[in-house]
């Protein structure tokens, strides 16, 4: 098969053919009488005239060509159409600062935090569901949204990978950004109902993973659990961690990584609430029979199905084209400035 993958660039083709229409459109200018020549020997002329006559020829072909080249002609080997049912899933991940609490540390990997867990969980979770259209939140103080729904699941795991409890940033010995450490629960949960909203799929779930302490926020964690009910949106809730004095990481003024002792909350109420309210389920990331649990029920969700065109593998084959205008301009452009001693 063959085809052009961007084939908006030959509009290009338009002020090229107004430019070649400009040059070779026969029109008179300027008269003058004179006797006719028909009786006088004809004079040959040179071969520089002749040369010169096709300069701007050669340079117009050699835009076409450039044009062509633009246009990305391809030659696809196959293509397959790929039908499957899809649910949207918005993940929503706490950042806040309790999430660097150390009690799923081991001697194996000291440096475990609850945001680890977390992540791990994510990505067994996002593997497992190669058909679906999955997007990512995050949260502290405030809600953002790091990744669209997408079936590009390598992209999703990439950024993942990337996301941080934000670091103290110091003025003298105060921190001053004990507001991104916080958790916005209710904003989180709220900003993957309006990213779910207009999801064209059935079926739309959030998967919020939080060691559910909300404490911050514009949207409280009910007013989102009942905007969630209203659009029709399951949330299945994992609490992470557990509630009580925990080996937590930090970074002092001096940028170091230290580690302190903090209180940290695990409120399975308030996820359990979401979890029911919605529909959904609560369970903890520590069991494993929870999480299958979960996944068995989504698997019974209503699904949309979603009809794809996969092109596996293709040859380019821009680049003669490319050459070959790029060489006709530049032999246009040399002999006309041997010739007539100008550019143009």
């Not at 084939?7 to 008179?28: G, K």
């Not at 300027?30 to 020829?57: D, I, K, M, Q, Y």
């Not at 007013?223 to 994992?238: D, E, H």
Request: some cysteine.
């Amino acid at each position: 098969m063959f085809r052009f993958a961007s084939p908006f660039a030959f509009f290009l083709f338009i002020p090229l053919l107004i430019a070649a229409w400009w040059i070779y459109c026969p029109r008179i200018r300027r008269g003058l009488l004179f006797a006719s020549a028909s009786r006088t020997v004809a004079r040959r002329g040179s071969w520089r005239t002749g040369v010169s006559s096709l300069l701007t020829a050669i340079t117009l072909v050699g835009l076409a060509l450039a044009v062509l080249a633009l246009a990305r002609p391809q030659k696809v080997f196959s293509r397959t159409a790929h039908t499957s049912d899809a649910i949207a899933i918005q993940m929503v991940v706490d950042i806040s600062g309790s999430m660097n609490a150390l009690d799923f540390a081991s001697l194996q990997d000291p440096q475990r935090t609850r945001l680890e867990v977390v992540k791990e969980t994510f990505a067994e979770f996002v593997e497992l569901r190669a058909d679906d259209l999955v997007g990512l939140i995050t949260f502290g103080g405030y809600a953002t949204s790091r990744v669209p729904l997408t079936i590009d699941h390598n992209a999703l795991r990439h950024v993942l990978d990337g996301v941080e409890v934000p670091r103290y940033r110091y003025d003298g010995r105060d921190v001053i950004n004990a507001d991104e450490l916080a958790t916005a629960l209710g904003d989180g949960l709220a900003t993957a109902c309006a990213r779910l909203k207009d999801a064209e799929v059935k079926s739309k779930i959030v998967l919020l993973l939080s060691d559910g302490e909300s404490n911050t926020g514009i949207v409280t964690p009910d007013k989102a659990m009942q905007l969630a009910a209203k659009l029709g949106i399951k949330v299945y809730t994992i609490g992470v961690g557990s509630s009580g004095v925990a080996q937590a990481v930090f970074n002092d003024a001096s940028g170091r990584n230290l580690v302190t002792r903090m209180r940290v909350e695990l409120d399975e109420a308030l996820l359990k609430q979401v979890a029911r309210e919605t529909g959904g389920l609560y369970f903890n990331v520590r069991d494993p029979h929870g999480l299958q649990q979960a996944l068995d029920q989504i698997d019974q969700l209503e699904k949309t199905e979603i009809n794809r065109e996969v092109y596996s593998q293709y040859k380019e084959l821009f680049p003669p084209y490319l050459s070959a205008g790029i060489t006709l301009m530049a032999l246009g452009l040399c002999m006309n400035m041997a010739l007539s001693r100008k550019l143009i």
